[in-house]
């Protein structure tokens, strides 16, 4: 079992830049994938950031690559995401999420964070 805890969030100016934390409990977080997701309100959950387990390889959406990073320190059970250039459409909440083996793009994660809040203001 792993509990995931994101925080971080809040309310930036666009072209502003926050950094979000996902701290894991569980003995085994060096093992699996972690990933970002997030939901804009009426709008489905969709894949932002995912990293593997060793934190050599990485994934982004097109919509993020470039402004956003995904990165882990294993050490502290922690996986993050720097998001700079914000824009409004960056607006959402975002979830963390764990899932054995490789990092997928998709919803296909086993555990699940409870999310935390980015507005990004015009």
């Known amino acids: 079992q792993v509990q995931l805890v994101e925080s971080g969030g809040g309310l930036v100016q666009a072209g502003g ?3 979000l934390s996902c ?5 085994t977080f060096s093992t699996y994938a972690m990933g970002w997701f997030r939901q ?4 489905e959950r969709e ?3 995912a990293i593997s387990w060793s934190g050599g390889s ?3 959406a097109d919509s993020v690559k ?7 320190g294993n050490a502290k059970n922690t996986v ?7 824009k409004p459409e960056d607006t959402a909440d975002y979830y963390c999420a764990a899932k054995r083996g490789v990092a997928v793009t998709t919803l296909q994660y086993d555990y699940w964070g409870r999310g935390t809040q980015v507005t990004v203001s015009s």
């Open 17 to 19: 830049s926050l950094r």
């Open 23 to 27: 701290a894991a409990s569980g003995r």
């Open 40 to 43: 804009a309100p009426g709008k």
């Open 47 to 49: 894949f932002v950031a």
């Open 58 to 60: 990485t994934y982004y």
């Open 66 to 72: 470039g402004r956003f990073t995904i990165s882990r």
């Open 80 to 86: 993050y995401l720097q998001m700079n250039s914000l």
